[in-house]
């Protein structure tokens, strides 16, 4: 009997905290805005705590054949983990398909040598790291702006050369610098809240992401003052490697 109760309770447990983080969603969101293209954002990989194969990422890339793919922060904070940031930025670029990425405050954890390894890895996969700069993409243009919490980013940088006639699409990790940006901008993508990763009612309110979260603005689509902003719940997960009530995601922006 006690048998059968602790296999009740085992599969309890999975399927409530660990299933989640294998169930991947591809999250669809549609916002005409002039930009003309289909998006596949990937955020939050924390590869040391990651569920979701590289082979499974490029099937669904291969798969959903978006136009553009954005990385928005959150590789992995640990130096033994870069060989296998290595293997997902190759299975992500891999398909041939323009990837762009900004860092995460995990990212800036990273001892300085270590740092500079990652984004040599990233960019020796065909990945184009935005450290607060832009470039311009077919009728539209893309702006990386680092870190909101570790406080790197520098918005006026970022948009140094950008034209405000065009479409702008911003790539952040910390949604919370939408409370600060001062720049019009079309859409914005970040994550970093991974959809309140233990979807418990008033978390927030007891653990402190930035006003935002706080606020219950931490996952979907919002309307801010300079633009619409996107916060993706993540594919991998911070401190513990579970996820309750909210599932994994890749979110495909028809914009």
Known sequence: MIYYIILFIAA???????????????????????IGSRVLQISDLHVEKLR????????????????YIVLTGDFTQKSRYLSKVQRYAHAIAGPGI???????NHDHRLKFTAFN?????????????????SIVVDNFQIVGIDDFGSKKSKVDKAFANVDPSKPILVLTHNPNLVLSIKR????????????????????????????LAADGIYKGMHSGTHGTFYISKGVGQAGINARFLIRSEVTLHEL
């Not at 323009?98 to 995460?104: I, T």
């Not at 984004?119 to 996969?125: F, T």
């Open 184 to 211: 019009k901008y079309t859409y914005l993508m970040a994550g970093h809240f991974h959809g309140m990763q233990f979807n418990v009612p008033y978390l927030f309110q007891y653990i402190d992401k930035g006003r």
């Open 12 to 34: 309890v447990i999975y399927f409530l905290l660990i299933f989640p983080t294998q169930w991947l969603k591809v999250e669809r969101v549609r916002y005409s805005c002039g």
């Open 98 to 104: 323009p990837v762009f990425a900004v860092l995460g």
């Open 52 to 67: 979701i194969s590289p082979r499974r990422l490029t099937r669904l890339i291969t798969k959903e054949a978006p136009d």
């Open 117 to 133: 390894q990652l984004i040599r890895i990233l960019e020796g996969a065909g990945i184009q790291v935005l450290i607060n700069e």
